[in-house]
């Protein structure tokens, strides 16, 4: 068999600049694992703008950053600017791992869609941007050399609500941060939120859970961490003040890498209430810092999460009720933790780059 020759790998790197979420964390956690493997490859990382300097030296000299379109729409930049750099970069192959590819692109390109929320609750989204989302998604889709998600559930909501064949769809889940140690048994009884504010996410529901749970443990504190994109609109801190907690919750719109991981830290329990994801990589994150989530029970939660979390229903007494007993209850808590150390194995960056290493490599070969 011919020896594979040197590729040069496009990433769209847009979600990776500025205060990166979900989305930037799973394309940094692939970058970061592929700087750690012997690949041939050259890795070209196309943004608006630099990342802060923190990401480019964990990320270090193996990967080449390429500026192009700055200042312009995130829709422009993404169809208009970062094809036409691509194609003067000779790229070969394409890894769009945000949802949608530019439509003009000249080379192969493999795909990941987190999830289809946009389609399965359009009512949860803003019409233009709804309608921008299932545009942009559908022709990705159907352009894409390989289509790849986080999660069986997510695949089965591809064919469901696109119509990909299950043949052309590949999993690549987020994977685990290293595990590190837990806030001691005794410190403060605080619960984190970590995600970006969405309506899906039960933010009024968990504020009433966790004010449910302040009835049995006075002292304890919730920290949320996440921009707010609800729509309709939530104000969190004002559903706080209408059930009477409003001093003991905190709400940050964004906080430094350094900052949440102290936040992990510090935290005795996680709750993260979600009626739609696609994998929902924050959990995790908290697992590996030994920190036992309430989650909502869905089916991606029992997919993933399942004897690792506390799953319970939209319901604020059950979730309070899920809260305190992983703040107090020591032999349950030390069950969920231990189920969590478990499932760390389950899900790598390393196993996550390879994937959609081979995905790429493939689809520049069959281009040839």
């Known amino acids: 068999m011919a020896e594979l020759r040197t590729l040069r790998i496009g990433v769209d790197g847009r979600e990776l600049t500025g205060q990166a979420t979900g989305v930037g964390r799973y ?32 990320l ?24 036409k750099a691509a194609a003067a970069a000779g790229v070969d192959v394409f890894f769009a791992g945000a949802y949608t590819a530019p439509l003009r692109l000249h080379c192969p390109f493999v795909l990941v869609v987190h999830d289809v929320s946009y389609f399965a ?56 941060p290293a595990a590190q140690p837990s806030a001691p048994a005794g410190s403060e009884p605080v619960v984190l939120y970590v995600g970006s504010l969405f309506n899906r996410r039960l933010i009024p529901e968990l504020l009433g859970g966790f004010a449910e749970a302040t009835r049995t443990i006075p002292t304890a504190r919730l920290v949320m961490v996440g921009d707010n994109r609800t729509y309709p609109r939530i104000d969190p801190l004002q559903v706080a003040q209408s059930l009477g907690v409003t001093g003991r919750v905190a709400w940050h719109t964004w ?14 329990v996680f709750a993260f209430l979600s009626t739609y994801e696609g994998f929902a990589l924050t959990p995790l994150e908290a697992i590996a810092r030994g920190v036992p989530p309430v989650l909502l029970d869905t089916p991606v939660a029992r997919e993933i999460y399942d004897g690792a979390a506390l799953l319970v229903p939209p319901d604020p007494p059950a979730i309070g009720k899920a809260i305190c007993t992983l703040l107090s209850d020591g032999p349950v808590r030390d069950a969920v933790v231990a189920r969590g150390a478990e499932l760390l194995s389950r ?18 070969g069959r281009h040839r």
């Open 27 to 58: 394309i940094r956690g692939v970058l970061r694992a592929w700087t750690e493997m012997p690949i041939r490859h050259r890795v070209l990382v196309f943004v608006p703008e630099l990342p802060q300097s923190e990401l480019m030296a964990e």
């Open 60 to 83: 270090g000299s193996s990967i080449e950053w390429i500026t192009t379109g700055a200042g312009a729409r995130p829709i422009t930049w993404e169809q208009w600017h970062l094809p």
């Open 121 to 176: 609750h359009p009512e949860w989204f803003a019409p233009r941007e709804r309608w921008r989302r299932q545009v942009l998604t559908r022709y990705s889709v159907r352009r894409a050399a390989r289509v790849l998600t986080v999660s069986a559930f997510s695949a089965s909501e591809l064919q469901r609500y696109l119509g990909v064949p299950a043949d052309r769809i590949a999993l690549a889940p987020g994977g685990a």
């Open 255 to 268: 906080v430094s890498d350094v900052e949440l991981d102290r936040l992990y830290t510090s935290a005795r």
């Open 347 to 364: 899900y790598t960056w390393t196993a996550t780059a390879v994937t959609i290493l081979d995905e790429l490599e493939r689809a520049a």
